[in-house]
Antibody, heavy 121, light 112 residues
Framework: QVQLQESGPGLVKPSETLSLTCIVSGGSISSYYWSWIRQPPGRGLEWIGYVFYSVFRNYNPSLKSRVTISVDTSKNQFSLKLSSVTAADTAVYYC???????????????WGQGTLVTVSS | DIVMTQSPLSLPVTPGEPASISCRSSQSLLYSNGNIFLDWYLQKPGQSPQLLIYLASNRASGVPDRFSGSGSGTDFTLRISRVEADDVGVYYCMQALQTPYTFGQGTKLEIK
C-alpha cells in the first residue's frame, strides 16, 4: 500500500521560503507525477504543480515564479519550496501521486494526510 | 484557466434518497480521443480527498456502484443512487484537460 507523509515547519514568516518534504513508502518514486495541492482554510483545492522523473516539471502559472518541486530518488521523497510567502499562502498542503500520459490527462490516486502551514510573523 | 462551477454548494439528503451534483466547465473537456477529462473527488470530514470517478464516468477502484458520473463537453453530473451516512463530505469536480488543473468550489453533502 502506497503511503505519503508530509513533513516541514508549520509556521513560516512572511517573505520567507516554505519548504515541505513528502516521503513515499510502499512504492517506487519513479514513473509518476509527484504533485503538490493545497487547500486554504475553509476553501477549495488548488493544484500547485508536479515533477516527473526529476526532469519534467509543470507548475501553476499563478505560483510559477515562486515554486520549485524536486524529487530525490535515493531517499524516495520529493519536496516543495515556495518563496516569498504571504498570509495568502496559509493552507493545508497535500503531497500526492499523480498519473498522466501523452494526452495530458491527469488524476491523483494517493494523497498524503496534509500538513497545515501558517504564514505569520 | 478553465473555470469549474459546481451546484449546489450545499446538499442535505435523507438516507436512502438519491443525490445529484452538477459541474460545469468554462470550456469543453472533450479530448480528441473521445475521452472526457473530468474527475470527481470526495473529501470526507478530516480526511484527504479521494478519487471517485475518472474520465467523467469510470468508478475508481473500491467505489460502490451507487456512484455514477455522466456528462459531455461542458456539463457533468455526479449521482448517488441511495445516499448513505458514509457519503458525507465535500465533493469536487476537477478538469484534467490542461494545466493548471482546476477544481470546482466543492459541494458539501450532509445527512438530513
Amino acid at each position: 500500500q502506497v503511503q505519503l507523509q508530509e513533513s516541514g515547519p508549520g509556521l513560516v514568516k512572511p517573505s520567507e521560503t516554505l519548504s515541505l518534504t513528502c516521503i513515499v513508502s510502499g512504492g517506487s518514486i519513479s514513473s509518476y507525477y509527484w504533485s503538490w495541492i493545497r487547500q486554504p482554510p475553509g476553501r477549495g483545492l488548488e493544484w500547485i504543480g508536479y515533477v516527473f522523473y526529476s526532469v519534467f516539471r509543470n507548475y501553476n502559472p499563478s505560483l510559477k515564479s515562486r515554486v520549485t518541486i524536486s524529487v530525490d530518488t535515493s531517499k524516495n521523497q520529493f519536496s516543495l519550496k515556495l518563496s516569498s510567502v504571504t498570509a495568502a499562502d496559509t493552507a493545508v498542503y497535500y503531497c500526492a501521486r499523480g498519473h498522466s500520459d501523452t494526452s495530458g490527462y491527469y488524476f491523483v490516486d494517493y494523497w498524503g494526510q496534509g500538513t497545515l502551514v501558517t504564514v505569520s510573523s | 484557466d478553465i473555470v469549474m462551477t459546481q451546484s449546489p454548494l450545499s446538499l442535505p439528503v435523507t438516507p436512502g434518497e438519491p443525490a445529484s451534483i452538477s459541474c460545469r466547465s468554462s470550456q469543453s473537456l472533450l479530448y480528441s480521443n473521445g475521452n472526457i477529462f473530468l474527475d470527481w473527488y470526495l473529501q470526507k470530514p478530516g480526511q484527504s480527498p479521494q478519487l471517485l470517478i475518472y474520465l467523467a464516468s469510470n468508478r475508481a477502484s473500491g467505489v460502490p456502484d451507487r456512484f455514477s458520473g455522466s456528462g459531455s463537453g461542458t456539463d457533468f453530473t455526479l449521482r448517488i443512487s441511495r445516499v448513505e451516512a458514509d457519503d458525507v463530505g465535500v465533493y469536487y469536480c476537477m478538469q484534467a484537460l490542461q494545466t493548471p488543473y482546476t477544481f470546482g468550489q466543492g459541494t458539501k453533502l450532509e445527512i438530513k
